[in-house]
Every structure is written in C-alpha cells, then in structure tokens.
C-alpha cells in the first residue's frame, strides 16, 4: 500500500512562470484535499474533490490556480503567472469519503518563486 | 472563523517530562483532530475526538474535548526525542474540510 504521493517534491521557478503539480492520492480514495502552508503557519485550505467534482474552493485562491482531478483519481494544481507570495509548501491529502474521517497527506511540494 | 487557536506557540521541555498543548475555538464543531509534522514533511494523523466525547486515549497520547469551553488539549506523556514536531490542530464542522490551527513547536531537550 502506498501513501499519497506528490510531484515534483521541490520546484524553483521565476516569477511569471506558470507550475503543475501533482497528486496521486490513496487508491479507492475519493475524497483528495489541497492545502496550502508557509512557514511557522498551519496548513490552509485550498480546494477539495469528492471524486472528480470539485465541491469547494477558498475564497483566497485566486483566478490564477485551478485543480483538476479529471478521472477522479490523481489531481493536479496549476498556478499560472506566480508571484512571490506563492512560494510555499502545497499539500495534497486524501481520505476514504466517509463524513468526519481523518486526511492522510502527503510529504508536500515546495515552491520557490524567485 | 473556525480556525483553532493554539497555546502555546512554542514548547521546549526535557525528555521524559510530558508536554501538553491546548486548542481553543469559537465555533460549533462534529469533532476534532490533532496532527503532527516533522520538519519540511508531510502531516501524520494522531487522534480524533468527536464532540460528543470528552477523552480518547492512544499509547502515550491523551486528548481531552470540552464542548463548553470550546477547548480541547493534547498530553504526551513521557516524551521522546522522537516527539520532537509541530503539533497542530484541525477542526471540522458541517462542511467537509478541516480547518488547521497555527500549530504548537515542541522540541525535545535530551
């Protein structure tokens, strides 16, 4: 059994570049998560799937990120044009898509804007 | 906001002492959950309390809910150099997503 796996683990970009990333949750779970964390911070919601529709976003992500989890199994993220106010460690973290259960993550994406 | 607010925001004590954080919130909740992360990782699930519980216990971890005061905390006893993480909490009310706190450092002195 694997855990959540996230590609790529580490990411410098400039500014202005666009980035993907990639999830690929537990296998048979449906719900997959991303979050988002800066250092010293929590982790900050940003989107979640219930298989492949996208069922909540934060108001605090902008136009320039969309997710995609198109056959309901791995998920990517997309920023377009970032910003130095990207730069952060984005998480992904899947669940089983019972009410109330616990988010296995995986290890993250840093992201270096330069 | 849902998010909980987390006390302290850095712990330092021996090994072998215990260590407790505490999280407080300010709205309703159908449970709550710790976790832990080690530098640069990924979080790791500990324990979820359900708020129609007021303690659940795993190995040396004892977690404690009061629904009253809107506060939950969370003991390490005999703590290890391994305890060495940032321990956050989550919240989950109606919606689907789990709201993190800020998250408590603990270090471990050998």
């Known amino acids: 059994d694997t855990g959540v796996s996230q590609d790529p683990r580490h990411k410098i970009t400039k500014r202005g570049q666009n980035v993907t990333f990639r999830c690929d949750p537990i296998s048979e779970h449906n719900r997959l998560y991303w979050y988002r964390q800066t250092l010293g911070q929590g982790p900050e919601f940003l989107t979640y799937?219930?298989?492949?529709?996208?069922?909540?976003k934060s108001r605090l992500l902008s136009d320039r990120f969309s997710a995609e989890r198109p056959k309901g199994s791995f998920s990517t993220l997309e920023i377009q044009r970032t910003e130095q106010g990207d730069s952060a460690m984005y998480l992904c973290?899947?669940?089983?898509?019972?009410?109330?259960?616990?988010?296995?993550f995986g290890s993250g994406t840093q992201l270096s804007v330069l | 906001s849902q998010q909980g607010e987390e006390d302290p925001q850095a712990l330092s004590i021996q090994e072998g002492e215990n260590a407790t954080m505490n999280c407080s919130y300010k709205?309703?909740?159908?449970?709550l959950q710790w976790y832990r992360q080690n530098s640069g990782r990924g979080l790791v699930h500990l324990i979820l309390?359900?708020?129609?519980?007021r303690e659940k216990h795993s190995g040396r971890l004892r977690v404690t809910l009061d629904t009253s005061k809107k506060s939950s905390s969370l003991l390490i006893t005999a703590s290890r150099a391994a305890d060495t993480a940032s321990y956050f909490c989550a919240l989950r009310g109606g919606a689907q997503k789990l709201v993190f706190g800020q998250g408590t450092r603990l270090t471990i002195n050998p």
């Open positions: 799937f219930q298989n492949e529709a996208q069922l909540e």
């Open positions: 309390i359900r708020s129609n519980e």
């Open positions: 973290a899947s669940s089983p898509g019972q009410a109330n259960e616990k988010l296995f």
């Open positions: 709205t309703s909740i159908n449970n």
